[in-house]
């Protein structure tokens, strides 16, 4: 089945700096990327839709200055977390779009877990 | 809220007896899924439904759409202890503007064994 990667797996990292997490599609491309956000005991929260070679779309209250979504190709989407603070800790979800035999499909990444000390 | 609500929050059952989660949702979908995630793991695709299907089985799992009521649920039937975790559903929609996946609010589900 088709394999959708994160890296790293976790991250600790102090306030105040910049932490960035990469999603790969390893054995299709992708034609769009989503970047999700889950607190504890919470579901899964939709920040931003990415397609390869434009700008991500931010769903309503995400701030686009501090995730920045980078797809630099149609197999790697990357979200950097500026200037983290602890209540960015969470655990992040990619997930990575594709279409065959004319039906989209969506798998999902293993998630990173972020803590900002 | 992006989110549809999905009720029970949390169900504790025991081992052997069959666990219904519902699910809400606000808008017009292609179709729905449930998933499955233990407790601070990546998430478990259990089965799709389509807009234009009203049941669906995958062994122990079956799901109804009632689309007239923007509903889904999800039974599990002959629990396990392993059964343990978060379910919840996601709907597809959208069109030429772009595909999105919304989660439920999730349901936490505890058999004892």
């Known amino acids: 089945g088709a394999v959708v990667s994160q890296h790293p797996s976790w991250v600790i990292c102090k306030s105040g700096t910049s932490v960035k997490i990469e999603c790969r599609s390893l054995?299709?491309?992708?034609?769009?990327m989503f970047w999700y956000r889950q607190f504890p005991k919470q579901s899964l929260m939709l920040m931003a839709t990415s397609n390869e070679g434009s700008k991500a779309t931010y769903e309503q209250g995400v701030e686009k200055d501090k995730f920045l979504i980078n797809h630099a190709s149609l197999t790697l989407s990357t979200l950097t977390v500026t200037s983290a603070h602890p209540e960015d800790s969470s655990f992040y979800i990619c997930?990575?779009?594709?279409?065959?035999?004319?039906?989209?499909?969506?798998?999902f990444g293993p998630g990173t877990r972020l803590l900002v000390l | 809220s992006q989110q549809g609500e999905e009720d029970p929050q949390a169900l504790s059952i025991q081992e052997g007896e069959n666990a219904t989660m519902n699910c809400s949702y606000k808008?017009?979908?292609?179709?729905l899924q449930w998933y499955r995630q233990n407790s601070g793991r990546g998430l478990v695709h259990l089965i799709l439904?389509?807009?234009?299907?009203r049941e669906k089985h995958s062994g122990r799992l079956r799901v109804t759409l009632d689309t007239s009521k923007k509903s889904s649920s999800l039974l599990i039937t002959a629990s396990r202890a392993a059964d343990t975790a978060s379910y919840f559903c996601a709907t597809d929609s959208g069109g030429t503007g772009g595909f999105k996946t919304i989660f439920g609010a999730g349901t936490r589900l505890f058999v004892k064994a």
């Open positions: 808008t017009s979908i292609n179709n």
């Open positions: 997930s990575a779009r594709v279409k065959r035999k004319y039906q989209e499909t969506q798998y």
């Open positions: 054995d299709f491309q992708a034609t769009t």
């Open positions: 439904i389509r807009s234009n299907e």
